[in-house]
């Protein structure tokens, strides 16, 4: 089986060497590049909550599902809110009355206080007058304050979308009560995104001395990292350290969840590079033509790496100071 696999290996490359004529060349010269650890990485998302009810009630409308589009401030759930409603009316007229008190108790400590600088009145008068005074002051300003909370109560009847973004998940049915704390809808913005991943310990030390990343999605686009943050410790299981990739501004064409390969440059090496446009690829087979002395042209079986400003590195097949040709399948 082996020997048929070479047969028609030779065969192969006998045959891609047919109706080949010289055209440009490429010579090749050992290079410094960069050299890449590769590994895996998700995209998530950098606003993502759960809002959750904050008082007490029942489910009375449910604006956006899963899967909605909605902006910020929008309202995403309206609970029942007669008792909150009450609660707010009932702190308001508390506070109307505790201000009339405190405005006459007002009154009452100037017109005493200005008979006792006639000293018509003792002293102890002015006291209990001002006394009095004070208090009903704290009573009023406490009564302000319980509208304020009222008035909380009330508007965390409706709930409201933190930030533009979309519905990942609801936990509540229209006509189900809730308490405080009761997830309702969980949401996430495609505006801000990151990816993470794990950078085993082997080369964190070179991670952190040369912090640049740069994500490839699957399509080979590349897009430079616009942040790294490495997280201060090691998973003990794994031996790995947590690193998070903050990116620029994205035109949505990536979405958390995505998985993608996040290169970072670890070291440099001496290598061979070729045009892109000089590799033939057939099946399985990665191919190169280069031009003899004599002025043959002869196939190579390579074997490539990473690829770089349209070249591609070559780690076996070709060596330095040789001639390739470029697009030598184009007559």
Do not use: W
């Not at 909380?152 to 933190?162: C, G």
């Amino acid at each position: 089986m082996k020997l048929q696999s070479n047969s028609y290996l030779m065969s192969l490359l006998v045959f891609c060497s047919v109706a080949l004529s010289q055209g440009e060349t490429y010579l090749t010269e050992l290079q410094t590049l960069d050299e890449y650890r590769v590994l895996n990485g998700e995209i998530e998302a950098v606003n993502k909550a759960t809002v959750s009810a904050q008082t007490a009630g029942r489910v009375s409308k449910l604006n956006y599902d899963v899967d909605d589009y909605v902006s910020k401030n929008s309202i995403l759930v309206e609970f029942t809110n007669d008792e909150q409603k009450s609660g707010l009316k009932q702190a308001e007229e508390n506070a109307k009355a505790a201000k009339i008190a405190f405005e006459q108790a007002e009154t009452d400590y100037v017109r005493v206080k200005d008979i006792y600088e006639k000293k018509l009145v003792a002293k102890s008068q002015l006291d209990q007058a001002l006394s009095n005074r004070n208090a009903l002051e704290a009573k009023a300003a406490a009564a302000e304050a319980a509208v304020l909370a009222a008035k909380k109560q009330y508007e965390y009847t409706v709930i409201r979308a933190p930030y533009d973004g979309i519905v990942t998940n609801r936990f509540v049915e229209q006509g189900e009560s809730v308490s405080p704390g009761t997830p309702i809808m969980e949401g996430l913005s495609l505006d801000n995104l990151r990816v993470i991943t794990y950078v085993p310990e082997s080369i964190i030390t070179k991670v952190r001395n040369n912090p640049h990343a740069i994500i490839q999605l699957n399509d080979g686009t590349e897009i430079v990292a616009d942040k790294i943050t490495i997280f201060p410790y090691a998973n003990q299981a794994t031996r790995t350290f947590k690193v998070r990739l903050d990116l620029a501004q994205t035109e949505n064409t990536l979405f958390p969840g995505m998985s993608v390969k996040i290169k970072f440059k670890i070291d440099e090496k001496p290598a061979i590079t070729i045009p892109e446009s000089a590799i033939v690829t057939r099946s399985e087979l990665i191919m190169a033509y280069v031009l003899s002395d004599n002025g043959e042209i002869l196939p190579r079986q390579v074997k490539t790496g990473i690829k770089h400003d349209g070249k591609i590195e070559v780690i076996s097949g070709i060596s330095e100071n040789e001639k390739v040709l470029i697009n030598p399948l184009v007559k």
